[in-house]
């Protein structure tokens, strides 16, 4: 026993390549996306594409934005021992606010976008009160939240609704060299995420609480304002969603969260980069992984033209598969 | 330095504390010992803020102080070490030393200064082994005991509690735990140190105070003592409770034998027992008891030795080989407490698929009064639902029980009913074996005792031996 517990000796100073390695349980995601890589290149190269085309690549990180910045939320939420499940309609509600609000004119375009992150704030204000206050099990009272936000969507609007000006729409569509704005978006959602979980103490407090709630309320930490903030962390991050997918339809849609399937998907993608549903363990590093892994699997059955209910199982085992393993890493270490 | 003054505490109209006077100054070691129940985890939560005192007052450094939250006391100066570390396993060191007071520059955690922090705390505890960024869940649990201390010394503890610090420990990881108490100490801090095991307070303590029944029995110089003294102190109780008799004759003929049984926790076990008989085991908490009636249960299993019946590898093995167990977590491990009486006597019957007996038969047997089998079983009182998890067992007739603290949570009367049942049922030719740490009704029940100490057999006691005789072989001074 104190053999093996002789450990490596600490280096001085922080190298941000150490930080990243640390992040362990993000590791897996990574080898499965590089060997995912080598499989879609042997998949198109066989079918006469080019995998590591720029078009193609594109494609991927412009297909995995909206996801992306979703599941970022998601994993602050289920770091912190919560979950929430009312995100993919508020991407829907978020984005009729925002096109109606601009109604195609560029002068709504400041109002709108600070209209729908307030709204989708709000919502996330709600959901962490009755998580907290009302000890509702967090599956409970964001399912009964997206409902009711389907029910007052379902009264209003059956359909697209609003429009946004042109000007809007080079968020969804614009690139800057080879990388779209919405991947540089996701990038920045996705980093302003991990540095306020590795480096703030509101992030901090994130593990702690979801790790062992009374363990962080015994160090003075206080719990209920930590669930709190990461579901309007996450709510926020639904809302940059909504903006996102409004300016790409050019309009705002009661469905668009849902096609999309945003809420069960984030935790997929949350889930596959090795955070535990439990909380307390893992990290954006992983999640990041998971969405593009998730995206290249999607742009490789494109490419093989698999019809959509092979591709679900697919994804189903994977997802199954990947839970699996990581439950025996756990075991074994 | 710290002056705790006339203590009492009830919980739920049960009196555990009461008028207890504890005092202890800056740089010693003071042990508080006593008996299982006795108040000593109470008057430490009362200490570390977890519980509010009903009367009392305490004083540290002659300002009274009140705790409304742990964090509260943490501030004054307190810390406490559970049994249970309280650490975060997936986070680092530093980060867990640190939880809810990392030190911030620029809006951002600042993450050397935290980490060269702890790196001197534990320099300063003369812990070299690992480092400020290891993860936690990594560390032995001797080491995240030191975790635990650098976080008390980062909180400029003054007084540090230890709740049974040696309990989860190996022998060799000990030593390294007195010399860390000596090196608190040397810097004129306080540590209360609370322990059953008599070596180590004789090894540590410079003052000790016994505690019996809720009350303070004394305080004395360490050296002013010896084991045999501190016993006599700790026990020395009259049994004022009735038991049933014992069985009349001999008892008859060995239902279960262990020979060499032996897995992670327990150690070249040899036990017989025999049918008609009661056979009590003691110990202290750690010591293997319930690891033992796990083991011969099937639930935990003995890895290697021999056993007649055949040594259950699973707990269906186990209850086929006429083997059942009256666990020591009612609520946990006893009883669906959201279904209803009927559901909980069947349990086992409809598992195995054995031939069911008549619910109303079943409960009669153990005397639920009013039965009524159609009631949820969390609406039972605790004796109640002891005897429905009795019939459990009833239903499906096994040769051996065993009863892992039977009477916990349970109230005067259905105590005296559970104690006559078990009784019954070794006279109708069934082998029990009862673990408690309550002594007098180890005593008063077994018809012998069976001692247990870090995961073996330290001894064997006729019946009606003396509390102090348990206790010495318990302990083993």
Known sequence: ?333 | MLRMTGIGKSFLGVRVLGGVDLEVSAGEVHAVVGENGAGKSTLMKILAGVHAPDEGTIEIDGRSVTFGHPVEAQRAGVAIIYQELTLLPERTVAENVFLGREPVRRGMVDRAAMESATGELLKSLGEESFGPRDLVRRLSVARQQVVEIAKALSLNARIVVMDEPTAPLADHEVELLYTLVRRLTARGIAVLYVSHRLREIFDLADRITVLKDGARVTTAEASSLDTAALVRLMVGRELDSYYPPRAAGPPGEVILSVRGGGNTRLHGIDLDLRAGEIVGVAGLQGSGRTELAKALFGAEPFTTGEMTPRRPRSVREGIAAGIGLVTEDRKAEGILPNQRVRDNALLVARATGAPRNGIERLLERVRLSPPRPAQEIRLLSGGNQQKVVLAKWMSVAPRVLLFDEPTRGVDVGAKAAIHDLMRELARDGMAVLMISSELPELIGMSDRIVVLREGRVAGELPAGSSEEAVMRLAAAS
């Not at chain 1, 289920?78 to 509600?93: H, N, Q």
């Not at chain 1, 307030?118 to 967090?138: D, E, F, P, Q, Y």
């Open chain 1, 1 to 333: 026993m104190t053999q093996q517990l002789k450990l490596r000796p600490v280096p001085a100073g922080g190298s941000l390549i150490r930080r990243l390695s640390a992040d362990r349980p993000a590791r897996p995601v990574y080898v499965a996306l590089a060997l995912l890589v080598v499989l879609g290149w042997l998949v198109f190269a066989l079918d006469g594409g080019a995998f590591l085309s720029q078009e193609n690549i594109v494609g991927i990180q412009q297909r995995s934005a909206a996801l992306g910045i979703v599941a970022v939320g998601q994993t602050l939420v289920i770091l912190a021992g919560s979950l929430d499940l009312s995100v993919a309609y508020l991407i829907s509600l978020t984005s009729l606010v925002t096109a109606e609000i601009m109604a195609g004119s560029d002068t709504g375009v400041p109002v709108a976008v600070a209209a729908a992150l307030a709204v989708s704030a709000l919502t996330g204000l709600v959901n962490g009160l009755i998580v907290t206050r009302l000890r509702v099990h967090a599956f409970i009272a964001t399912l009964g939240v997206a409902l009711v936000i389907r029910g007052a969507l379902d009264a209003r609007y059956d359909g697209p609704a609003g429009s946004v000006p042109e000007s809007f729409q080079h968020l969804g569509y614009d690139r800057i060299g080879p990388l779209p704005v919405s991947a540089l978006l996701w990038a920045a959602v996705a980093a302003g995420a991990w540095l306020l979980l590795s480096r703030t103490r509101l992030g901090y407090r994130i593990y702690a609480v979801g790790g062992d709630t009374e363990v962080a309320r015994l160090s003075g930490v206080r719990t209920e304002r930590v669930v709190v903030a990461a579901h309007v962390l996450c709510s926020v991050c639904a809302g940059i969603a909504g903006l996102l997918l409004a300016s790409r339809l050019g309009a705002g849609a009661p469905t668009v969260g849902t096609d999309g399937g945003y809420d069960l998907e984030s935790i997929a993608a949350v889930v596959l980069g090795g955070t535990a549903l439990a909380g307390g363990r893992g990290g954006v590093a992983g999640t990041v992984g998971g969405v593009l892994l998730l995206a290249v699997l999607d742009s490789i059955f494109n490419q093989l033209e698999v019809n959509s209910f092979a591709k679900d199982v697919v994804r189903g085992v994977i997802l199954v598969a990947a839970l699996a393993i990581y439950a025996r890493r756990r075991r074994t270490r």
